[in-house]
């Protein structure tokens, strides 16, 4: 059974970001995947220490965290998934602030010994799974996707994973309401990427 892993970075119950994963988990469910949603905002997480003991050791499977927190569980569902949806409101023109410190966790992707200036992607070279990419914010949709890097942070975070990107859902224009509801256009846009990634 194709399993499908959807990490959000929302801060809130039934905003934008959970209706459109929601939209996402019925069609893919229907469709005979399995998905299973990572809701950030109450998952245990703790800081990266930069102490870099993840990043010693080469070969391609993740590197081990000296910090017993929800990480090393949320990297066994990572490896174990088929397909990914990466999701984060954009705030300050970024990923949150939960979803940047879950993406700074991911260092165990690299091999970075001491003494080597940058990083190696473990998951360079391995076979790719499928990632789907969704954001939101107040502006206009064509000034989020051009002038905040939401979308590029997204990006890296499945590139780190070993995921190719197959799509992306940006939606401007969404904060006039305090409780938004997702305008039809976005939900059969949203629809349409959840067949993509189950396909
Ligand atoms: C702290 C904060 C910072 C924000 N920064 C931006 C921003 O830089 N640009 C923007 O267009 N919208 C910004 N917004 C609006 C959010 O992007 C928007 O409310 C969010 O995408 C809705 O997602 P949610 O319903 O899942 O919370 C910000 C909202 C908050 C609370």
Redesign the pocket.
Known sequence: MTKILAING???ND????QVIEIMAEVMQTAGAEVEIILLREYPIEFCLNCRVCTQKPGEAPGECVQHDGMQKLIDKIEKADGYIFAS?????SVTAVFKRFMERLVVYGYWPWGMIAPKDRKANGPKKKAVLV?????PGIM?RLF?STIKELKMTAKTIGADTVGVLFTGM??QEEH?KLPDAIKRKAQNLAKKLVS
């Open positions: 929302s801060y809130r905003g934008v970001t959970d409101p954009t705030n300050f023109g954001s939101s914010c107040a502006a989020g905040f969404i904060a938004p």
